[in-house]
């Protein structure tokens, strides 16, 4: 793929694909391969975060759709699978995410949804890329066919009414306090709004954003606040969200983190319970191998996807499995939602610990084997198919053999290459990550 990666369009801003005009050709593009679908005049949604460049890439993006021919309808702020519901429920043909998910203020980026509310394929995909790169001229309407534009401000209260149907009538929050932190990001708004209307007491953290403090120090990548408000509050629970609120990271009572594998395999658990787990869980190659060991001995069938969120759901699909999800907090509950939902998740939590039963006891189900994650940024997108990278890997995964397992890969959303290794020899881990890593560098 040419622009689009793992999970949509991303860069930082004003540099590259990341700027107004490259977000008219997105538009543009976009519009045209929808509207070329059917005659009669389409629709598209579009929803961002909280980033300051939104302000800027939003009107060009609105120009490029309008000037296909579809009429736009602008949500403002909203998290991205309220984006996707409301595409859904508003019979809308396309929904557009302006967003750079966990990244920091400077990058941006679009995360595209069919009317089913479903991330767009890798072969739609590309046939847009192909139309970005064409003629901008072949792809304008003709005057009297030009979409029209509106904004809508009821989003938040849109999405948070599609929310509540999915949760019971006798739901009610009224002993516990929760620490939220929105990452001053696209949940800022409806998060707090929805925890607090079932009577929780929430201390809010990371909800006021200014357009440059979107995950700074705040939100799922940095969940440290949230420990220590959690910890001082003497909170049940403590929810972090990311810049988008698709994804979400935990903390108990204890102050102790809780990442995805551990939210799954929780949930999981509580879903076969009750019998409503379908199928079973689809993983990433990321997925902790204690997490796999878990599923086996609890008898839960488990897939790993590829690395990301709609390959998560796809496999999903495929396989009609109704939870799935990443390390990293994208979790899919197939139950209520097409696409993450931290909020979703939160209150499926939630629900469980609304028991009296405390949030260290609700995650500890299975040992993780350590792993450790290293980042190396990278100026050679090919850096992979180098000889002496190929032989260093070849030589770190002769090391550790079957004492764990290396994985190597190139982010979809980033110059970098993600080493992420697993083994309870820690030492002899670090050692095989250095090899590669340094390698790269």
């Known amino acids: 793929m040419k622009y689009f990666g793992t999970d949509g369009i991303r860069g930082q ?7 107004g005009d490259m977000f008219f050709r997105f538009g543009l593009a976009t519009g045209k391969y929808f509207t070329n679908l059917k005659k009669k005049k389409q629709t598209a949604i579009i929803a961002k975060d909280t980033r300051l460049s939104g302000y800027a890439l939003e009107p060009a993006l609105v120009s490029g759709l309008a000037s296909s021919g579809m009429h736009v309808y602008t949500l403002g702020p909203l ?6 519901m409301l595409t859904k429920s508003m019979n809308a043909n396309l929904g557009i995410m302006i967003t750079a998910s966990h990244n920091l203020f400077y990058d941006n980026g679009l995360k595209l949804f069919g009317p089913n509310g479903l991330k767009l394929s890798d072969k739609i995909q590309k046939k847009i890329e192909d139309l970005i790169d064409s003629r901008v001229s072949n792809h304008l309407s003709k005057p009297y066919l030009l979409g029209r534009v509106k904004r809508l401000e009821t989003g938040t209260d849109d999405y948070i009414k599609i929310l509540k149907k999915k949760i019971p009538n006798n739901f009610k929050l009224k002993n516990m306090k929760i620490v939220l932190d929105c990452a001053n990001g696209a949940g800022y708004k409806s998060a707090p709004k929805m925890i607090k209307s079932f009577g929780a ?16 120090n705040c939100g799922s990548t940095f969940p440290n606040n949230l420990q220590r408000s959690v910890k001082k509050h003497k909170a049940n629970l403590g929810i972090s969200l990311d810049g988008d609120a698709d994804r979400i990271i935990m903390c108990d009572e204890k102050g102790s983190i809780i990442d995805g594998d551990q939210i799954i395999a929780a949930l999981a658990l509580q879903w076969k319970k009750k019998r409503i787990l379908r199928g079973g869980v689809v993983g990433t190659l990321m997925s902790n191998y204690g997490l796999e060991n878990f599923f086996k001995k609890n008898k839960i069938k488990f ?11 796809e496999i999903m699909q495929k396989k009609k499995f109704n939870l799935g999800g990443e390390q990293s907090g994208h979790i899919i509950l197939g139950k209520f939602a097409t696409t993450g939902d931290g909020l979703l998740v939160a209150l499926e939590v939630i629900q469980a610990l609304n028991k009296k039963i405390r949030a260290s006891s609700f995650f500890n189900v299975f040992e993780k084997i350590p792993q450790i994650l290293k980042n190396v940024k990278i100026r050679d997108k090919d850096i992979l198919k180098k000889r002496s990278v190929k032989n260093s890997i070849k030589i770190a995964n002769e090391l ?8 190597v890969r190139k982010s979809g959303t980033e110059p970098k290459i993600r080493i992420m290794g697993e083994s309870k020899n820690k030492v002899l881990l670090a050692k095989c990550i250095k090899i590669i890593s340094r390698t790269i560098k």
């Open 13 to 19: 801003v004003n540099s590259k694909n990341i700027n």
């Open 400 to 407: 550790i053999k079957s004492q764990g397992r290396i994985l």
């Open 303 to 313: 897939i790993r996807a590829k690395v990301g969120d709609r390959y998560v759901k």
């Open 79 to 84: 998290p991205t699978n309220g984006l996707a």
């Open 201 to 216: 007491k929430v201390i809010v953290i990371g909800n006021k954003p200014d357009g440059f403090n979107i995950n700074k």
